[in-house]
């Protein structure tokens, strides 16, 4: 049980529409992450936040954008997308100390 | 740089033949922790194990084990007497001491036929 939500399931949206990602988390760790996850490519970090108020870089950054307001919270967005942000999302939680990340069911979303 | 890489890109078996997934993993740190994950067709990403590179004790847990090897910087996984049911994707990934990101090689599809 991963203690950890994702909204929506899937998507399909146009190219240059705006795109909001909900993740949730109900088990109060401090940690969060977003990555994506592309046939051949494995997993990708794009953002990830250690605590509420901070964020950071992952590998993939570009053309995404998170926050951190609380705790439980870590949304990431689309500002204008792509097709080649078409992928499937995971959100993902961690206790500083613990080291294994649990993740979300995912989201499917397609940009054409 | 760390990189993990997983060259078998897809494996078929029978029902009841092991099989070894194999995972090997780059990185320049002397404490780090290497992690397997399975993908079911249904997509969730479930943890199966955590090691960190102080403790080269394989582990078994039921018809899975697995093989910790700093000399030849692997981490394998074996699946005793496979069921279609371990039909999955599997992944290996590798986090620094203090940092929690994961490295993630690029996964293996296990496909176990009756």
């Known amino acids: 049980i991963a203690g950890i939500t994702q909204a929506p399931t899937s998507q399909i949206l146009a190219a240059g529409r705006r795109m909001t990602l909900r993740c949730t988390q109900d088990?109060?760790?401090?940690?969060m992450y977003w990555y994506r996850q592309d046939l051949g490519l494995g997993l990708r970090l794009i953002h990830y936040s250690n605590t509420a108020g901070t964020t950071g870089k992952g590998e993939v950054p570009d053309g995404y954008s998170v926050s951190r307001a609380n705790t439980d919270d870590f949304p990431l967005t689309l500002a204008s997308a792509v097709p080649s942000q078409t992928s499937v999302y995971f959100c993902a939680r961690t206790r500083t100390g613990e080291e294994t990340q649990y993740f979300g069911p995912g989201t499917r979303l397609l940009v054409l | 740089a760390q990189k993990v890489t997983q060259a078998q890109t897809e494996i078929s078996v029978v029902e009841k033949e092991d099989v070894t997934l194999d995972c090997v993993y780059e990185?320049?740190?002397?404490?780090?922790?290497l992690f397997w994950y399975k993908q079911p067709p249904s997509g969730e990403l479930v943890f199966l194990i955590r090691?960190?590179?102080?403790?080269?004790q394989n582990e078994i847990s039921g018809r899975y084990s697995w093989n910790f090897q700093k000399s030849t910087s692997s981490f394998n996984f074996t699946i005793t007497a496979s069921q279609v049911v371990d039909s999955a994707v599997y992944f290996c990934a590798l986090s620094l001491f203090n940092t929690d990101k994961l490295i993630f090689g690029t996964g293996t599809r296990l496909q176990v036929f009756p």
């Open positions: 090691r960190n590179s102080f403790d080269e």
């Open positions: 088990m109060r760790h401090n940690a």
């Open positions: 990185t320049r740190d002397t404490t780090y922790y």
